[in-house]
Each structure stands twice: as C-alpha cells, then as structure tokens.
C-alpha cells in the first residue's frame, strides 16, 4: 500500500495537488482494483490567515471526501510580515509530515509547490526535495517527499481542472491572501501570483 500525506493550506496550489490525488486514486480503484491511504495535513503556526486557510482546507477536504489532519505549532512568524519567508518552515512540515506517514508504515509526503515558488523560497526548489530525501535515507525512514506540481507553472496547475470534476469548486473555495480577512486583498505576493496564474490560464477566478 503506497500512503500518501498532502500538506495542506487552502491556497489553490495544495488544493490541485490534493484534488489531483483524489482523482488518481479513483481511477487506480477502477482500472486497478488498487487502494492506499490518502489524507491532509494542515499546520496552525501563527500565519495571519489561519482561519481562511483552515476554513478552504476543512471544506476542500470535506469536499473530497479525503480526512484533514490539523496541528498546532509554536508561532514561526514573530517578527515577520505576512508573505516573508518563514525559516525552515517547509523543513518543519515535512519532518511532521514523515512522522505521520511513517506511523502508517510508509509513504510518501506532498508539497504543492509550482514552479514560481522556487524564485522566493528556497524550500520550494528541487534542491531542497532531493536533499531532504537524502536525510530521509540516512535516517532508513520508509518516506519519501514528493513536489508534483513543481515543474508547473500555477496556470498549468490550473489547466489540471480538466480532468478532475470537482477542479472549480475547488478553486472557488480556496484561499491564497497572505493576509486576515474574508475578502482577498489582492496587492500581497499570493494574491498576485493567482491573479497573474488566473490571467494566464484564460479563465476568471471561481473564488471572486
């Protein structure tokens, strides 16, 4: 049985990324016969926008049929605006993450990074997906961390709507503002990216 995890935050790139999960599992059951264990995980670390991403990840997840785990952390954001990069933050979900999966027996832990993640955070790059594996053998841990979507761009992450029927409602639920509040702000770095993703893909954002 191949176990997987998705680090989850309610932006659309996780949210693809799950959905995309979902719909290969569904058709490994019918082609196959095949099943594993599938579910999210979704960290509380002191972001400003905890309640939006924890809201999007519960009815995404609830939406998908797929069981969210949700953790609190220490705050890793003090003294930081939103947006910045959060030291070792990716580091720390995915060690979280291999210990979960290894509780399974295994598996495989997913980061929904695209490829215009990797110009501002370190953590999102490939370098960073090979080494951590590298730690993950020297410590004989039966995981693995995986980044499908990194050599996306987040419009082509878009474009995987369709051949997944639940893809805009997905997208209408999720959440990408860095910032608190019910309406996005639309001027920070993530509100930015998925209106310039949206732009490119030719389609209006479902969320607006």
């Known amino acids: 049985m191949l176990n997987r995890l998705v680090l989850m935050s309610g932006g659309m790139d996780s949210s693809m990324l799950l959905a995309s999960e979902v719909e290969m ?4 059951k019918q082609r196959d016969g095949v099943s594993w264990k599938l579910a999210a995980a979704f960290f509380n670390y002191g972001q400003a926008n905890y309640e939006e991403e924890l809201r999007a ?4 997840c609830e939406l998908l049929r ?3 785990y949700v953790y609190q952390l220490p705050d890793l954001v003090t003294g930081l605006t ?3 990069v959060i030291p070792a933050r990716n580091l720390i979900f995915a060690s979280i993450g291999a210990n979960i999966v290894c509780q399974w027996g295994g598996g495989q832990v997913l980061l929904g990074a695209c ?3 990797q110009e501002g955070f370190p953590d999102c790059r490939p370098q960073f997906i090979d080494n951590f594996n590298h ?9 693995e961390l995986l980044a499908p979507l990194t050599h996306l761009s987040k419009a082509e992450a878009i474009h995987l709507r369709k051949t997944m029927p639940e893809a805009s409602h ?3 639920l999720s959440h990408s503002c860095y910032l608190g509040g019910d309406e996005p702000c639309g001027t920070c770095g993530a509100c930015v990216k998925r209106i310039a993703a949206f732009q ?8 607006t």
């Open 135 to 143: 730690t993950f053998l020297e410590c004989e841990l039966a995981v």
């Open 66 to 68: 797929v069981p969210l």
């Open 82 to 84: 939103p947006g910045s």
């Open 25 to 28: 599992l569904r058709q490994a």
């Open 57 to 60: 990840s519960n009815a995404i």
């Open 200 to 207: 490119e893909a030719g389609m209006d954002d479902p969320a």
């Open 170 to 172: 997905i997208l209408a």
């Open 115 to 117: 490829a215009e993640d």
